[in-house]
């Protein structure tokens, strides 16, 4: 605000600018009149204060502080309408030079003139969070926004169109990615395999080895023992197991007797493990002390198939964020969503033409989803590395295993193993088909990219495929919803 109401102040010269914070309400999907209306009033009942200066209204509020952003608000929006004048002197041409301040006080600043009945603006934006390439597309689809409201003002708000066409196409091009896949669960994916490869080794650990005919068995009998204590459909069922054979059979058990396994790394502080249970409201705890004193008694039960009926909408497992942002929360995955994911990834992987994988993340770790089922369904080995394990364990598990199908490792990974210096040639990686970063680039809730390592994993590795992937609870979700459509 130009901060000049009084006649008194008009002539004069100094500073009066105010900042003045504004909140639009678009519940309801109004039109684009209705709208208008509605940030009329907001701005009529602003200007009643716009006296009272931007800084005290901070003080006043206390909102949390953030050094990587202004307080209470990030866009600003600036009208020059004052009537244009002409500055002169004599004997002299004057002309007005704008000056760059080469800094942005704001995440996005938009400053409007109105000219000859035309609007003329700039956009001003923060380098850290904008390249030139986003902020075009910004004002690319503003301009459009403002042709859409121009000829049909009565429009709502949901119905405007942001996107050019050859930016809808490019879009329809991204999501043309409807798959028919088999209406089968984890739980038959993995004894289909089983069945097909009994004498296969299925999981590696230390010095023990499982085959498939063996870990379909001890999973079938741990089942059957879950089901005689009431485990049923989503029954919650924690398992605090450390890497080991037991791990994985209590995890096939647990789908098998048809319940929702929760992972509970038994490293984390014993306060989170607490919260998760009762967050998750389980009603079983599978622990090593619970499987030695049971060991005789579920190596009684029978060993063939469950053969509980399986929905794709039922609950196949809980798992939990990292709570980086305050307490952790829990992501409901379903047997569809996971069923889905394993299918596309073990064709797109092509884990069948490996020779399995190695496991070295948590549990409780969602990425380790795709390390450990995706061999198993597709008649490959895996191998865990010890819990505790530091990067020369993981390093020896790498050279001692040849060809591996798939190695799931954060930006961190790369750097320990290359610095170890002992990561085999022989391996195939699957890394991110996303342009490649710059150097200081960082993703929210991922740890920073080492641009040349990086470069050279994927040289050494992946020279020819490379796949973007994320989250794999975040992709759970999603082909969850895209096989509802």
């Keep these: 605000m130009a901060n000049r109401g009084r006649a ?83 004997g002299l041409d004057v002309e007005s030079i704008a000056i760059g301040t080469g800094t942005s006080k704001v995440d996005v600043n938009v400053t409007l003139e109105e000219s000859e009945g035309r609007l003329f603006g700039t956009l001003e934006y923060n380098t850290d969070l904008f390249d030139r390439a986003t902020v075009q597309r910004i004002v690319s689809h503003f ?32 999501n043309d990615t409807a798959r028919a896949f088999p209406q089968a669960s984890i739980v038959e994916l993995f004894e289909a395999q089983a069945a097909k490869t009994p004498t296969a080794d299925a999981v590696i650990s230390g010095s023990q080895c499982v085959s498939y005919a063996e870990l379909n068995g001890r999973a079938n009998r741990l089942a059957h023992h879950l089901r005689a204590l009431g485990v049923g459909a989503e029954a919650r069922v924690g398992i605090a197991l450390e890497r080991s054979i037991d791990m994985v059979v209590a995890l096939l058990g647990v789908l098998k007797a048809g319940g929702a396994c929760v992972p509970l790394d038994p490293s984390y502080p014993s306060e989170r493990l607490e919260y998760k249970a009762s967050d998750a409201q389980i009603e079983i705890l599978l622990t090593p002390s619970l499987f030695d004193r049971d060991r005789a008694l579920i190596a009684s039960r029978p ?21 980086s942002t305050g307490w952790p929360k829990g992501a409901m995955i379903t047997h569809g969503g996971l069923s889905n994911y394993l299918q596309w990834a073990a064709d797109r992987y092509a884990v069948a033409d490996g020779c399995g994988s190695a496991v070295h993340s948590s549990l409780s770790f969602d990425l380790t989803v795709t390390s450990l089922y995706l061999p198993l369904i597709s008649g490959q080995p895996v191998t865990l590395v010890a ?41 195939r990686r699957h890394r991110s088909d996303r342009p490649r970063p710059r150097a200081g680039d960082r993703r929210r809730g991922a740890p920073r990219i080492d641009v040349e390592v990086l470069a050279r994993a994927r040289a050494r590795h992946a020279p020819d495929q490379r796949i973007r992937t994320d989250g794999d609870g975040r992709r759970l979700l999603r082909l969850r919803r895209r096989r509802r459509r």
């Design 387 to 427: 819990a505790g394990a530091d990067v020369d364990d993981l390093a020896r598990v790498l050279c001692e295993s040849r060809n591996l199908s798939l190695l799931k490792l954060t930006p961190a990974h790369l750097e320990v193993l290359r610095a170890a210096a002992r990561w085999p040639r022989r391996h």
């Design 143 to 174: 301009k459009m926004l403002l042709d859409a409201v121009a000829t049909d003002p009565e429009r709502r708000m949901s119905d405007l169109e942001l996107l050019t066409t050859s930016e809808q196409l490019q879009i329809a091009r991204w």
């Design 8 to 90: 008194e102040v008009e002539g004069l010269i100094g500073f009066f600018v105010n900042m003045l914070v504004l909140r639009t309400d678009v519940s309801g999907d109004p039109s684009f009149r209705a709208l208008l209306k509605r940030v009329r009033q907001v701005c009529l009942d602003g200007y009643v204060h716009q006296e009272l200066p931007f800084h005290k209204l901070v003080e006043a509020l206390q909102p949390e502080r953030d050094l990587s952003r202004p307080p209470l608000c990030q866009v600003l929006l600036s009208m020059q309408n004052a009537p244009g004048s002409t500055f002169e002197l004599p």
């Design 303 to 323: 060993a063939t198939n469950v053969n509980v009926a399986i929905a794709p909408e039922q609950l196949a497992y809980l798992i939990y964020t990292s709570g």
